[in-house]
Structure formats: C-alpha cells, structure tokens
C-alpha cells in the first residue's frame, strides 16, 4: 500500500503533465477550442484508418488538419495508394476536403532521412528565430529534401516570411506552400 500511493502521484503527475502541452498548442491556436480539438480528433480518426489499413502505409505520409481539410503528406508507391488515403480520410466524419501532397517514393542517395530531418531542422530554427513572426501553427515536412510548410498564420506577410525562411535554407530542393491565413 506504501508503494501504491507514490504510484499512483507519479501517474497523476505523469498525466498533468503531458496535457500542459495540448493545453499549451490550445492556447496559442488561432481556432477556437472547439475546432481545434475537432481537427485533432480528426488526424487521430485518419491516422488510425490509415495504420491499419494494408494498402496505405503511414510510416511514408503524415496527416494534419487545419479547420477541416486533411493534408497527406508523403511518399507513395503507386496512385492506388494516393487514392486509398483520400478516400479513407474523406470517410472520416467532419472532413471538408482532403489535400495530398505526394511524392513518388524512390531511393535518392543525395538526399535520405538524415538529410530530410537536417533540412527540417534547420526551417524550424529559422522560424523560431523570427521574432517578428507567430509561427506557433506552422508544420513543417521535409520529404526527399522538398520542404512542405502547413498551417495557419494571421498575415499574409507572414506566410510570405515563412516560405521565405524555407527557401534560405541550403539543400531544401522546392518549398510548397500550404499556409492558410485566417482572420
């Protein structure tokens, strides 16, 4: 029973802890609670029909959601594949639109996984660096040294700034723009 009470702190603490960062991404979030909390349950709906299913592979793509529209990012073996993501994430309730960014996976020994997560690395201490921008709602991808930015900004000025960071960075290939500013 002794050992059980400090447990069970550690586990509440544990808890509270890993939802100050959700509660941290909720408050900095330009969407209101309500649908920010919905695009979260949507990626989460996306991911697992995605992981589970044997023709769409998650380790090559991510998904994220911005006030609805799913964007799947990443390699594909085949245009099956594409077709199956969308359709799987169409499926999911509270989708409006779904947007694929894809690549088609191939072997390129200029630029593999070490060079992608250089490259994102490097986008993302640009951006921090910007003080005069708010880049808290930005992702970032970095897929065969092509760098994808996604994400809600206020300005277009920022938007501007932020492809403009990707693109200084030596090594990043193509910068493809999916911001979207809200107001």
Known sequence: MQ???PC???ALALFCLGGCGTIYK???DERDVSTFV???RIESSVRAR?????VVKLRDMSVNSYLGTVYLVGEFDADQQKMRAVRLAREVDGVRR???VPFQKRQDP???TAEDLSLYAKIKARLVEDQDIWSTQVDVKVVQC???ILGLVKSQRDANQIVAHANAVPGVRTVQNYIRIIK
């Open 98 to 100: 779904v947007t694929v």
């Open 146 to 148: 092509n760098a994808v």
């Open 50 to 54: 995605i992981i589970n299913d044997p």
């Open 8 to 10: 069970l702190f550690c």
């Open 38 to 40: 919905d695009d979260g």
């Open 110 to 112: 200029a630029c593999g």
């Open 26 to 28: 909720a408050s900095v």
């Open 3 to 5: 050992r059980l009470i």
